[in-house]
Every structure is written in structure tokens, then in C-alpha cells.
């Protein structure tokens, strides 16, 4: 199983410990944020694949928080679980109704917490999308973090293997390098757009290996496609 990421915001900081140290063990790497405007910094440079979000937050609150994610095309279909303290009805129903997938009502045990991630999580993944993708000889397996070229082990970086990713899973469509800063980095990332031509270079380099690079289109003037029509 790939590591997923969730991100925790939670301004009471011995309860955001607890839940990052327990799922932290529980396998999942861990993002915390202590307000909203934490919580947008933290996923500027990388979108969770869950976000738990508190309630009461101060400033916004987290219900506010979660109608702006849900809103936005780019964090519309990170799930949500809600940490509500009130175990009010109308609560949960204006919680569900802001677009969060679930709440869990304080005080909680971690293993309960656990349950209802990995409910959502199996919820949010369609079928196939942590399975083996696979386009004209090149394979790659989010779950081993792994990229296979004519049978043939290929090396490569984090975010080339993201890059990747993104591309066989949407081929045949050109992108603009904002739009791969936005989908890659995460929106407002402090990333020049050149940087997007550096790491398609080493993703070329690494698909060379086995004569995969053609598969990496530049599309002039526009920005880049993968596509297997070579
Ligand atoms: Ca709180």
C-alpha cells in the first residue's frame, strides 16, 4: 500500500499530537496545521490525500474551510472527515452538507479514527486508481512506487514519478506547465515554471533508458502531453 498523506487541522495542539502520532504509526505520513491559513500553506506544497479538519478553529472555522475545498476544482475530491466536540444532529447534518465525507465526534479513539479514514479513503479511490497502470509497456504501481519499461526497473525521483503518474493517467491531453505546477506542486507552490522543464528533462531521462522519452511530447508554444501514439 502506497503511504498516504493526511493533513490535520486542529488548534488544540495535544489532541493534533495525539491523532499525528497515532496514524504516523499507523502508517500514514502526517501534515499538521494549527488554523486554516496553516492549512492552505501546508497544501500549497502538497495536496493531502485526506484532510481532518476540527470544527472550532480560530478565525474561520473548519466548516467554512471545508465549503471553500469543496468548491475548489483543485481540492474538490480530497475527502473530509469533520472532528466535531457537538454531538448536535443539525450539526452533522450542516457538516455533511458542506461537503465533508464523514465526521467523527470528539472525544475519539484513535482506532475508531483509524476505521472511518480507511472507510473513506477505499470510498475515494475509485477502482484501478491504486492499481497498476499500465500504457504500451510502461507500467507503473502506485503502490510499489515503481516504473517498469519493457520489463525493465527504471529510476527516477519523487516528483518525476508523480509527474508520471499524472500524465499516464491522463493522456493524450496537452497541459500547460501552470496547470502541471497546479496539479504536481500544488497551487501557490513558490515554484517557477521552469522548474516543470527541468523535471520533465530527468523524466525523459529516466524513460530513455528503455527508448520511452518520445512518449513526453513538447507541445509548442503551449506546454506537454503524454501520449503512447509515438
Ligand atoms: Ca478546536
Known sequence: MSRKTILIVEDEKPIREMVAFALGRA??????????????EQMSSRLPDLILLDWMLPGASGLELARRLKRDELTRDVPIIMLTARGEEEDKVSGLESGADDYVTKPFSPRELLARIKAVLRRAAPD???????????????SSHRVMANETPLDMGPTEFRLLEFFMTHPERVYSRAQLL???????????????????LRLRKALSVQSF??????VRGVGYRFSSKV
Not at 484501478?128 to 502506485?142: K, Q
Not at 497546479?182 to 520533465?200: C, L, M, P, Q
Request: charged residues 30%.
Open 27 to 40: 502508517g500514514f505520513e502526517m501534515i499538521e496545521a494549527g488554523d486554516v491559513a496553516e492549512a492552505y
Open 128 to 142: 484501478g486508481e491504486s492499481g497498476v497502470i499500465e500504457i504500451d509497456g510502461l507500467v507503473l504501481d502506485p
Open 182 to 200: 497546479d496539479r504536481i506542486w500544488g497551487r501557490n507552490a513558490y515554484v517557477e515554471e521552469r522548474t516543470v522543464d527541468v523535471h520533465i
Open 213 to 218: 522519452d518520445a512518449m513526453i511530447q513538447t
